[in-house]
Structure formats: C-alpha cells, structure tokens
C-alpha cells in the first residue's frame, strides 16, 4: 500500500540484514561456540540494533561478548527503565524493544514494564540472567522465580536450561513478540549456559529457519486473514447502518494499519473515534475524526458512541474506561468487532459479527468487499446523523476556564502552546494520571506511532524512559516526554541516561504539587477529604535537580514566559531540557464519566450537578 | 470428607481434553490462568499421551464460573497448548478412581464386601477393623458406593480426578463394523 508516512511500513527487522545474515550463519553453522556469544550473535541476527539494560551477577558472561558487538547497548539507572525503554523504542518504531538485566532483583524490577508491555500489547524481548543451573532452586544469592513470577504478565516466557537451545529460544521469543498479538516475553539464562569457562556453555552454532522456529511451536497459529463470510456480513452491516461509528483501538497501530483504516472511513464516510491507545491512528485534523471516547474523551466521542446504531470496533478491546458502565454502554449498537486476539471477541460485549485477523488485512478486505459490492455508494442518507454529530461538536468542545492574571498556570494552556509550537511530527509520550489525559486532549496528533503512554496498566513513571526509548528509536524526532511531578519522580534518574547516553529528550513537567488525579477523585467524590495526596511545590526543587542530571532546566510560572521556554527547548537539540511549569493544583480533568456510572452521565464542565 | 455426601457440581460442569507440549512448567501455566482469570477448577488429571512430546490434561471446569467460550480462548493462548475439546459429559466416557477406607467391624464386613463386589470394586488392603477398597469407574457410581458405605462410617476417601474420552460413533445399522459401546 502507497504511504506518505515513512513509519507506516517500517519493516520488522533491518533489511539489509537478512541476506547477510544468511551468509553468515551458513558459514558459521556448527563452530564450537558458547552460550553467551551464541546468545549475542541470536540478537544481532534478529536485527536487534539497539537494547537497554544493566548488568549484574548472573548475566556477567553475556555483557562480556556485548564489547564486541554491533548492539548498541544503553546503560540505565533502574532495571525499570530499561523495561519502558524497550517499551518506548518498540512503539516509536514498530520493531520489538530489547531489555536485558541480571537475575532476582533486576528481574522483579522490570516487572511492572513486563506487565505494561502485555496489557498494551508491545512487542519486547526480556533477557534475565538466572543463578547457574545447579543453584535453581536452593535459594541462591539473587535467586528469583522470575518464570514463575511473569508467567501470567508476559505472552510466553522460557527457562533455557541448555546452551544449545539458546538460538532457538531468541528466535522464538522474537517470533511470538512480534507476530500474532504482540506482546513481551521473556527468556531467562542461567549463568552456567552462557559463561564460557563452564563446560555447560558449549553448543555448536546453529541458526534455526523460519521453518524450524514454526515447527517448534506446535501451539502457535495465529489467525491473521479475516474470514471471508464474515467480512461479507461486515459490508451487509455497514450498508445498513444510519448511524455507525469507527471504534479505533491500539490494534490499529500494531497492524500498521492507519493508512487501511483511512480508505474506510473516507469511502465509506464514517466517523472514527480514537481510543487513548490508537491517538494518532488517524488524523485529529481530519473531518471525521471526533478524538478519544472513554472516561475523561470529549463529549462527541462519548455520545456518538452511545446512540451509533453500528459500532465497527477495530482493534479495540471495550475497555471499562472507554465503555463505562456496561449495562448502560452504547445500548442500540450492534458490533462488528476485529481483533487478532479471539479471546477478546466475546470477552466483554458480544458481537454480532466477530472477525479473527490482522486489522490491516481484514480492513483492506472490508474496502475491496464495499467497493467490489457497489455498496459504498448504497450507504443510506446519514445527513442527520452527521449533523446530529457535528452539532455536538459546535456545542460541548473541549474547553477550560483561563487562568486570571497571578494565577497559576493552567495545564491545558501549557499543553496548547506545547503542541502549537513543537514540530507537528513530535512524539509525545506520557505518564499517568491528569497530564497524560490533557496531553491527550490537547494535542493534535495528525501521524500515526507519535503518542507514547501507558493505557493498559496505567504506569506511573512510564513517560521519561518510553521517551528515552523513543528517542534512540527515532533520533530524526522531536521527542516530548510530558510529565507530572508524582510520575517524574519515580523515574526521572533515568535522566542521567538520557544525558550520559546523549538522548536529547525534552520534559514539560506539569508541576501541580499533588497526585492529581487521585486529587481530582478525593474532591469529587470523596467529600473534598484529601488523603496523602499533596507532594509540594517546592521539594524537590526540579530545577536544580534536573541540573544536577545533565539537563538544561527552565522554570516557567507565568502564562507569557511559557512560549520563550517552550521555543527554547525546541532550539536546543544536543541536550535534555526540561521544563517545570507550576501549574494550578485545582484543575480538573473534564469531561468525565465518573466511575460506575454510564456514558449517557457525561460531566462535561465542572459543577455540572451529578 | 467425613461422610459420602459429596457437595456435586452445582449448576453442572464442562469437561475440557487439553492437549499441551509435554514440558516443564505447562501444567503451572494451565493452572496459573485459571486461578488469574478466576476460573475454578472441580478436577484435574494429567499424563503424558501415546507421543510422550505431548500430555493431555483433563480438567473438569465448574461451568457457572466463567463462559466456557472465555475459558478455551484464553487457555488457547498459550503458547504450549496444542488443541481443545470440550467433552459433553453426554457424549463421553469418563472414569475416576476412588480409594476409600471404612470402618468394618466383623459383623459389617460381608455386608461392605457384597456391596463393593455389586458396584464391581475390589477390596486392596484388609486391617483388623478396616477395609480400603478401590473403585475405577464413571464419577457418579463412585459417588453412590461412597453413600452406600457411608453409614460404616468412612475413614478416608481419596479420588483421582478424572480422565475422559469421547464416546466412539457407531453406526445405527445393526451388523456393520460399529464399535462397542462399553456401558457404563
């Protein structure tokens, strides 16, 4: 498919490197070698380019043979880092994220990136070192059951217990990540197999074919083509439909497929919706694009979804953020839903016609189906439903109260200027919690693979090193790590990476002193009783400490310093910035769907009688 | 248990063939997603198959603790799992083995040993006031001798859970090559 955008077909893997490769194993096939340079050279032939990680006891043999090889390998300060690093570089580029760290702690430290990964579907590869083999077991120095421990937050995990099977064991942790839904796994090396003063470390070289990895997975078939019939019945729907709506999830992104997803809506017309997973998808810019849906989405999004009579959910997994309270969600719709995942069809609404497959293949389908049928020009009159749409827009846009002059910064005016004069291909990444919802309601995104956040698991810390990440994946970017300050300071060390590694990122931090969100909940909902929720102003001074990591620091507190700043941060490109602006601690996010309630119970303006 | 009144499946029960890599760990998989996504399992019996590469694990599901469509999905997603099938208990022959020991005082004993030769169990180990007896048989005829001998009062029962195939198809003309249908 013909594509402006350079990162729609970014292809899985380097592809130059593919022949050679071939070459290369071919010649080296069963030279003695050992397990830690077998374990390397696997990485290298993966196309792995780029890995984050830090080293330890029982993976000491691997970072040996790291000196000598072509990896880049990016130091971090916490193993936690390395995780959302990888998390970051695969979702900015499509490829998987590569993370490697020692065993016990290093490995129940990038647990939360694990479990991130899974629930936003992110294809990452997990190397933990493990005590040798004969210590499994006995409670060893840094002994964890890191298999155990990720079992059920990783798409497939392996304890390799032979040096032989350590070629084997990468290809196939590559092959599951990236294929099917993607996903992280994890493969855990116990020191004996990879340090080459061990006899337990000797294998001949071998590198399995695509064939091979297959059948070593007897297990493993994904569906990626799209059943045929219920295409069809997909188009008979569509047709029919007065008052569809395109319900965008993440999937859309994992499938490459935002270009696919264009060519429907435009031949047929039809709104689109973008989940905080899929911001980006398609263009915010576009007529038909209404923006996020879901608990704090806007007003249009909620409510066309509501009342659609169709709702064609692409890659979407009716999350309980985007459907609020079930019972009362979208009650007259009925559902075509594609997903690569069969479990997610039928796992929270039943839909009238489930599709399995890849969302690029199936939608492309859709569209041959529509045209070849005539049936895009069949489509009823939806005059109505699209006024009926665009008069919501006229009347409940996003919209905050400015600040008065001497007050503290509103967040949602920082957020605009941040997007009006940053380059319009910026990444964005986010943490969690009220910045992450205004980053996403302020900015325009208008390409697809340019907002970073945690959805899923809604990880706290997650924006600093998944921009970091970014960054190293997409050094031709400018990347803006959009921060609070309880996030920032779970993860900001990894600012040093940043400054050590020479990944200029730039930081607007949204100091507003509290945990916001919690914050926001406590006012609205728990009688303005505000339990340990206040982190301060002042302590610790961001400034100074960003300073203290290498970065160049700007203080902003008033409304005009705000564009100077930001103008600033996006001249300097051989640097970290950031930014700390001092906003104001009683902003609230709007609109909402408060918790348990239905989506018909939108709060769109603070005060609105519940 | 203290007495054969065993608590049934309430609301009835599915009965899941789940064909996996035979590989260390595959069992806990199976048994970690059930617990993550609170399922429960009733029982569960596992061993390898004539491929010793491969094991079948039988699981017998609760049916009112998750749809069953739900279940087969997300277990299928695992990455060492070959194939399902849901065994309608209708359609399929299903055995479980009981060892039970009860109190059998000489004036009970012929009585405890009639009972077990009618039900076609077999008596392993004799005490001086004791019997074990064993039964391999369908689930429910393991359930009735377990309330016939518990007016004896029962010591100890253990049960195996159970394995499961699915019945044969014969065809409805009499005298074509059909397969026996053991009854029971």
């Known amino acids: ?610 | 248990m203290s007495a054969g009144v065993r608590a049934g499946l309430p609301g009835g029960h599915h009965v899941l063939s789940v064909h996996v890599e035979n590989k260390a760990g595959v069992l806990a998989r199976v048994a970690n997603l059930f617990a993550r996504r609170g399922y429960n399992i009733y029982s569960l019996a596992v061993a390898p198959t004539d491929d010793p590469n491969f094991s079948r694990i039988t699981i017998v599901v609760d049916a009112d603790s998750a749809p069953l469509e739900q279940i087969v999905k997300q277990l299928n997603k695992l990455i060492n799992v070959i194939k399902i099938s849901e065994l309608d208990p209708r359609d399929s022959v299903e055995r479980e083995l009981m060892l039970l020991t009860v109190n059998a005082a000489a004036s009970a004993r012929s009585q405890i040993i009639e009972l077990v030769d009618v039900f076609d169990g077999r008596i392993i180990d004799v005490g001086h006031d004791e019997l074990t007896i064993s039964l391999a048989d369908a689930p429910e005829r393991l359930d009735d001798l377990e309330v016939l001998l518990s007016p004896y009062g029962i010591v100890s029962v253990q049960r195996t859970g159970r394995v499961a195939l699915p019945r044969l198809e014969r065809s409805s003309t009499p005298g074509s090559a059909g397969h026996l249908r053991v009854a029971g």
Request: net charge negative; hydrophobic share 40%; aromatic share 6%.
């Open chain 1, 1 to 610: 498919m013909a594509t402006n955008d350079p990162t729609e077909e970014m292809p899985a893997r380097a592809a130059n490197d593919a022949p050679l490769a071939e070459r290369r194993t071919v010649a080296e096939h069963r030279v003695p070698t050992d397990g830690g340079a077998a374990l390397i050279r696997s990485l290298e032939l993966e196309g792995v380019e780029v890995m984050f990680g830090l080293p330890g006891g029982a993976i000491l043999p691997v970072y040996d043979p790291i000196i000598d090889s072509s990896i880049r390998h990016v130091l971090v300060r916490h193993e936690q880092g390395a995780g959302h690093m990888a998390e970051g570089y695969a979702q900015a580029t499509g490829r998987p994220g590569v993370a490697m760290v020692t065993s016990g702690p290093a490995a129940t430290n990038i647990v939360t990136p694990l479990c991130d990964a899974y629930m936003d579907s992110i294809p990452m590869v997990v190397i933990t070192g493990q005590v040798p083999t004969t210590a499994i077991g006995t409670d060893a120095f840094q002994e964890c059951d890191t298999v155990g421990i990720t079992r059920s937050i990783t798409k497939h995990n392996e304890l390799v217990t032979r040096a032989q099977d350590i070629p084997m064991a990468i290809r196939q942790a590559f092959h599951i990540a990236t294929t099917g839904r993607p996903g992280p796994v994890l493969v855990d090396i116990p020191k004996d197999i990879v340090d080459p003063k061990h006899p337990n470390s000797k294998l001949e070289w071998y590198w399995p074919t695509d064939e091979e990895v297959a059948a070593s997975l007897p297990g493993y078939k994904p569906t990626i083509k799209g059943h045929p019939k219920q295409i069809k019945e997909a188009a008979a729907l569509i047709t029919a439909a007065t008052r569809p709506v395109l319900y965008v999830g993440g999937g859309i992104l994992k499938a490459r497929a935002a270009e696919t997803l264009r060519e429907l809506a435009e031949l047929t017309g039809i709104p689109v919706v973008t989940t905080l997973m899929a911001r980006g998808a398609f263009p915010d810019d576009h007529p038909l694009c209404l923006g996020m849906p879901g608990m704090h989405g806007n007003y249009t999004a909620i409510t066309a979804m509501q009342q659609s009579d169709l709702l064609i959910a692409l890659g979407s997994r009716f999350d309980d953020r985007v459907t609020g309270r079930l019972d009362g969600f979208a009650p007259d719709a009925k559902i075509i839903h594609v997903d690569i995942d069969p479990a997610e069809l039928g796992k929270v609404r039943r839909p009238d016609v489930p599709i399995v497959g890849d969302c690029r293949l199936v939608i492309e389908e859709l569209v041959r189906v529509l045209k070849e049928s005539g049936a895009a020009e069949r489509q009823p009159d939806r005059l109505a439903w699209k006024q009926q749409v665009s008069g919501w827009q006229e009347k409940y846009p996003l919209t905050y109260e400015p600040s008065l002059p001497g007050d503290r910064l509103k967040p949602q005016f920082v957020l605009e200027q941040l997007r009006d004069l940053s380059p319009e291909d910026s990444i964005v990444t986010s943490g969690v919690g009220q910045h992450q919802m205004w980053a996403s309601q302020y900015w325009k995104f208008r390409h697809p693979y340019t907002w970073i956040n945690s959805g899923g698991l809604g990880t706290m810390g997650f924006s600093i090193p998944a921009a970091i990440g970014a960054k190293v994946g997409r050094p031709d970017r400018t990347v803006w790590c959009v921060d609070g300050d309880g996030c920032f300071q779970m993860t900001a060390q990894e600012l040093v990476t940043a400054s050590v590694e020479r990944i200029p990122i730039k930081v607007a931090l949204l100091n507003n002193s509290y945990l916001g969100m919690v914050r926001q909940w406590q006012e609205m909902f728990y009688d303005e009783r505000y339990s340990e929720v206040f982190l301060s102003p002042d302590l610790p001074d961001y400034v100074k400490w960003a300073e203290a990591m290498g970065c160049v620091a700007i203080r902003v507190e008033s409304p005009e310093e705000v564009a100077p700043a930001i103008e600033k941060a996006n001249s300097i490109n051989d640097r970290t910035v950031v930014i700390e602006f001092r906003t104001d601690s009683a902003e609230k996010v709007f609109p909402m769907v408060p918790s348990g309630l239905s989506n018909d119970d939108v709060l769109v303006f603070p005060g609105e009688p519940t």
